[in-house]
């Protein structure tokens, strides 16, 4: 099983609202990524959980709180955000986190913040 | 961060074509890879080049890193409709932990 999961696969969210991005995978990887992509730009790392532990953190503004629930899981939490984070939300996970891994991306969210 | 130049950003082809994307580096690399992302779709990884001068090939594909590995191409040869898509190179240097991707280089081939 070479898939990532993301859910939900839509998102639309009021600037109150608290909301959670899920990712799964079952490939025993050890490091997982949350990536942010508007339309026609690069993928932009958010954050890095190796081991289940934080290990980057890109200067990401506290509304976006992730969580690393075990190895297979991680969660992007949602609360007040603004119009600007809308946007593709990309899941990715790899072997250990070495440069020379391969990184396996899940579908994404596609949030948009009404 | 990573200082990386991919060119050009944008690339029209008649079917049949061939094309070319450059990823230059202001620094030395430790590798570099290659993803695809399909309109809609989500990056896939195409290959990894570690070696210096390193060339390899998938099918119509070909990926090279320069002798210095500070910079690295993809050439397709004879495009086909199914080659649509944005091509991101994701350089790593021996300082950085994670891969930092370029800008892209979005492919449209005209039938």
């Known amino acids: 099983d070479t898939e990532v999961t993301q859910t939900p696969k839509h998102l639309v969210m009021g600037m109150t609202n608290k909301k959670s991005l899920k990712c799964e995978q079952h490939?025993?990887?050890?490091?997982m990524y949350w990536y942010k992509q508007k339309a026609k730009k690069p993928p932009e790392l958010m954050f890095v959980?190796?081991?289940?532990?934080?290990?980057i953190n890109e200067s990401v503004p506290s509304r976006f709180s992730p969580e690393c629930p075990n190895s297979s899981l991680l969660n992007l939490h949602l609360h007040a955000l603004q119009p600007e984070d809308s946007a593709l939300y990309l899941c990715?996970?790899?072997?250990?986190?070495?440069?020379?891994?391969?990184?396996?991306f899940g579908p994404g969210t596609r949030l948009t913040v009404l | 961060g990573q200082q990386v130049m991919q060119i050009p950003q944008y690339q029209h082809v008649q079917e049949g074509e061939d094309f070319t994307t450059y990823c230059n580096s202001s620094?030395?690399?430790?590798?570099i890879q290659w993803y695809k992302q399909r309109p809609g779709g989500h990056p896939v990884f195409l290959i990894q080049?570690?070696?210096?001068?390193e060339v390899k090939k998938q099918k119509r594909l070909t990926f090279q890193f320069g002798e210095a590995k500070k910079n690295s191409s993809l050439h397709i040869t004879a495009t086909q409709t199914t080659d649509v898509g944005t091509y991101f190179c994701?350089?790593?240097?021996?300082?950085?932990?994670?891969?930092?991707f370029g800008r892209g280089t979005s492919l449209i081939v005209h039938p």
């Open positions: 080049l570690v070696k210096s001068g």
């Open positions: 620094t030395t690399l430790s590798n």
């Open positions: 990715a996970s790899s072997h250990s986190g070495e440069t020379t891994d391969t990184q396996y």
């Open positions: 490939m025993g990887h050890r490091a």
């Open positions: 959980y190796s081991y289940e532990k934080l290990s």
């Open positions: 994701a350089p790593a240097s021996g300082g950085s932990y994670i891969p930092t």
